[in-house]
């Protein structure tokens, strides 16, 4: 159990344009989901919070005109990169925390954008 | 906020061997401390877990020990294997608000063979 996705798992794309990043909790429902960026050799980092049908809340220094967070239901979360740039190219993961196991976040497999 | 610390940043032991991985915390308001493993190009996979109403916690050949006076946690992993290879973060997490999870730095574990 506590499964989650992410579609896709690496995407390429031009300069100035926007990918969208699906996160899916298949087995539970996630009540709140997170987003996570990691560089090369690095930890996690924390960019945004998001619980079902309420606005993300985002870290210090995360522009949120920038990364879009959707948390339509409870078990999809989408991140959309907007007008993307070779800087925003990176290892981005989301996870996922359902009723029952308080605190507990699962991690999906993460999305590897690369921005040309 | 949470500043949780890593050490070592790179373990290297033999086959069969013992590692040990250890973690400090700065916020006493901590009360759950995950551990994750996480291979090349994958997301962090959870591989044990430790509430703070418990000093340790076993599954198998992986322990987890917590001290809450002096705010550090570790990870035992007995007779490795080199499956076992892999970076490991430890993390806490507050009561409060979004239960955000803070991560360590990171312990990239090889094993040899």
């Known amino acids: 159990g506590a499964v989650v996705s992410q579609h896709p798992s690496w995407v390429i794309c031009k300069s100035g344009t926007s990918v969208k990043i699906e996160c899916r909790s298949l087995d539970f429902q996630a009540t709140t989901m997170f987003w996570y960026r990691q560089f090369p050799k690095q930890s996690l980092m924390l960019m945004a919070t998001?619980?079902?049908?309420?606005?993300?809340?985002?870290e210090q220094g995360v522009e949120k005109d920038k990364f879009l967070i959707n948390h339509a239901s409870l078990t999809l979360s989408t991140l959309t990169v907007t007008s993307a740039h070779p800087e925003d190219s990176s290892f981005y993961i989301c996870?996922?925390?359902?009723?029952?196991?308080?605190?507990?976040?699962?991690f999906g497999p993460g999305t590897r954008l690369t921005v040309l | 906020g949470e500043n949780v610390e890593q050490h070592p940043s790179t373990l290297s032991v033999q086959e069969g061997d013992s590692a040990v991985i250890k973690c400090t915390y700065s916020d006493s308001a901590s009360n759950y401390f995950p551990w994750y493993k996480q291979e090349l190009g994958k997301g962090p996979q959870l591989i044990i877990d430790?509430?703070?109403?418990?000093g340790e916690k076993k599954d198998q050949r992986i322990a987890v020990t917590l001290n809450k006076t002096a705010k550090h946690f570790s990870l035992h992993i007995t007779e490795t294997q080199p499956e076992d290879s892999a970076v490991y973060f430890c993390?806490?997490?507050?009561?409060?608000?979004?239960?955000?999870?803070?991560f360590g730095t990171g312990t990239k574990l090889q094993v040899i063979p």
């Open positions: 993390a806490a997490m507050n009561s409060g608000g979004y239960q955000k999870v803070t």
């Open positions: 430790i509430r703070s109403n418990v």
């Open positions: 998001s619980n079902e049908g309420s606005k993300a809340t985002y």
């Open positions: 996870s996922a925390r359902g009723w029952e196991a308080e605190g507990t976040q699962y």
